[in-house]
């Protein structure tokens, strides 16, 4: 069994700054992709940044230059550095790895989500 476990969401004012932090854990062999998602009230779930197993990220455009997503493979750890946060990055945050479990199966994983809030 795997489990991704999220942490560091909160409430911030506007210019503030936040660090996710998704920890996996269980049965795992390998980890290819991590990325984080985001799902704002009312709003489908997007794709906030991506980064592979060799380190090569990809943003959102409208997270470019304020968010880093970085990893530490060792902790099967992902992170999401948010700087200049705005009101419109509120939204519910989720990881997601592409996850080898040790009896083969692979398939992408979820974090339960956690809640990022910015005031005006």
């Known amino acids: 069994q795997v489990q991704l476990v999220e942490s560091g969401g909160g409430l911030v004012q506007a210019g503030g700054s936040l660090r996710l932090s998704c920890a996996a854990s269980g049965s795992i062999f390998s980890i290819k992709a991590m990325a984080w998602y985001r799902q704002a009230l009312g709003k489908q779930r997007e794709q906030v940044a991506r980064i592979t197993g060799g380190g090569i990220a990809n943003y959102l455009d409208s997270a470019k230059g304020r968010f880093t997503i970085s990893r530490d493979n060792a902790k099967n750890t992902v992170y999401l550095q948010m700087n200049s946060l705005k009101p419109e990055d509120t939204a519910v945050y989720y990881c997601?790895?592409?996850?080898?479990?040790?009896?083969?199966?692979?398939?992408?994983?979820w974090g339960q989500g956690t809640q990022v809030t910015v005031s005006s």
């Open positions: 997601n790895a592409d996850i080898t479990v040790v009896d083969s199966t692979r398939r992408g994983f």
